[in-house]
């Protein structure tokens, strides 16, 4: 059965800190992964990963894909209070749809 | 874990003709869904916002008659695109939130329908 598991679920920082969010995930034929950040309506993409070992940077936000071990993590240095949201991972698979995580949700104290 | 399903998975049909996808909260009451589109940059669109009972909410510039929704239960939403044509051929996504119920107001995805209007 596919599945995407992420962690921690909830995550409170304080500005400043770097964080670092987990996706680990089963799927048959996979083709990407990607990460959302989700505010208050949709998700915003950030990312879409389909090669190992290849970070994809964005400002302060970074990503690597290890398909061998089959996860993902998103980096976020020097946050924010802007940054509060739920990040997203999904998985999507060859001739298949796509298996979303639960979501961690990050909370940047002032 | 809470389990948000779509039927159908994928489809195929014909310009001008109607199209329903089913939105089902498996194992929750889904006080709420959501309903998005995806654009081939992978930016997620809410389309509009249901409660159970109550008329769907539409985001600015989603044609209400033309996109359907209907959420007669508490696990089932239903989105019917009218008279399709090729320039709604997309990947369509709900999601479901208890609102509360399961301890935090998480939205839950479904898996997709990807819809192909030729």
């Known amino acids: 059965e596919d599945k995407v598991v992420q962690s921690p679920l909830s995550l409170v920082v304080h500005e400043g800190d770097t964080v670092t969010l987990n996706c680990s995930y089963e799927v048959t034929n996979f083709r990407s992964l990607l990460w959302y950040k989700q505010e208050k309506k949709a998700p915003t993409f950030l990312f879409m990963l389909t090669s190992s070992g290849i970070e994809k940077k964005s400002g302060r936000l970074s990503s690597i894909l290890d398909k061998k071990e089959l996860f993902s993590i998103l980096n976020i240095t020097a946050t924010q209070t802007g940054d509060s949201a739920v990040y997203l991972c999904a998985v999507a698979g060859y001739g298949q749809n796509f298996v979303f995580g639960p979501g961690t949700r990050l909370s940047v104290l002032p | 874990g809470a389990v948000v399903s779509q039927h159908p998975s994928r489809v195929i049909c014909k310009s001008g003709t109607s199209v329903k996808i089913e939105c089902r909260s498996l194992d929750f009451q889904a006080t709420t869904m959501f309903w998005y589109r995806q654009f081939p940059k992978k930016s997620l669109m809410l389309m509009a916002t249901s409660n159970e009972g109550s008329k769907a909410t539409y985001e600015q510039g989603v044609e209400k008659d033309k996109f359907l929704i209907n959420h007669a239960s508490l696990t089932l939403s239903t989105l019917t695109v009218t008279s399709a044509h090729p320039e709604d051929s997309s990947f369509y996504i709900c999601?479901?939130?208890?609102?509360?119920?399961?301890?935090?107001?998480?939205?839950?995805f479904g898996p997709g329908t990807r819809l192909t209007v030729l």
């Open positions: 999601s479901a939130s208890d609102s509360g119920g399961l301890g935090t107001d998480t939205q839950y």
